[in-house]
């Protein structure tokens, strides 16, 4: 079972109804903020694009899987973290609209004079990662279905058993780039959320 199948967004049928929503959105956003709400979502079926300034976790694994999205299958670079707190958090998603043009959706939290952002049974699937990383008591080479130090393998990865992982007691990242498929987590705490939806690419970097 692959690794997407947790997510479900279909990116065509959202750039329509995009723009309407963002009220909506951002009535969400303000709950989020204000800590009334925990957030637990996937982004699935096109690539985004994610910086932090910095991030800590702890109960860190990592290891390889195949998404499963609408042009075939992709592999990636599973990162799970049991907790994590993220500084200066951006995401954001360009969509092509039909006749309209690309529709950019970007995301900011955590920023200046604002709590970090706090996530807990984090679970990212990348295809391309840049950061400055410490990593305390990390271990190379574990078998994904015998890792002891982070949330293990994702219940939709039971496919990866066996296969080659790192994990370590918790991790430190600082200036953080990564282009991803997906994003799970079992809460999401978004503090200083602002969302913006501007015409044309406006990404993270």
């Not at 982004?43 to 976790?57: E, P, R, W």
């Not at 955590?110 to 990390?138: H, Q, R």
């Not at 200036?175 to 999401?188: I, L, N, P, S």
């Amino acid at each position: 079972m692959e690794s997407l199948a947790r997510g479900g967004t279909r990116w065509k049928r959202f750039a329509v109804v995009m723009v309407p929503s963002v009220a909506a959105t951002a009535a969400i956003g303000v709950a989020l903020s204000q800590g009334a709400l925990a957030a637990s979502f996937s982004v699935s079926g096109q690539q985004f694009k994610v910086t932090a300034d910095q991030l800590d976790g702890d109960g860190f694994v990592q290891y390889g899987a195949l998404d499963s999205t609408e042009k075939g299958k992709k592999p990636v670079t599973v990162v799970g973290m049991d907790s994590a707190k993220i500084r200066n958090l951006c995401q954001s998603v360009v969509v092509p609209v039909p006749v309209f043009g690309d529709v950019s959706m970007k995301l900011n939290a955590g920023g200046a004079g604002s709590p970090k952002v706090e996530a807990k049974k984090l679970y990212i699937d990348a295809d391309d990662l840049s950061t400055n990383g410490t990593f305390k008591n990390i271990d190379i080479g574990v078998s994904v279905d015998k890792t002891t130090k982070g949330p293990g393998p994702h219940k939709d990865d039971a496919y990866a058993k066996g296969s080659f992982s790192q994990q370590a007691d918790s991790v430190h990242f600082t200036d953080v780039k990564q282009r991803a498929w997906a994003t799970t987590a079992g809460t999401f705490k978004l503090s200083g959320l602002h969302m913006s939806v501007k015409k044309g690419k406006h990404e993270c970097y």
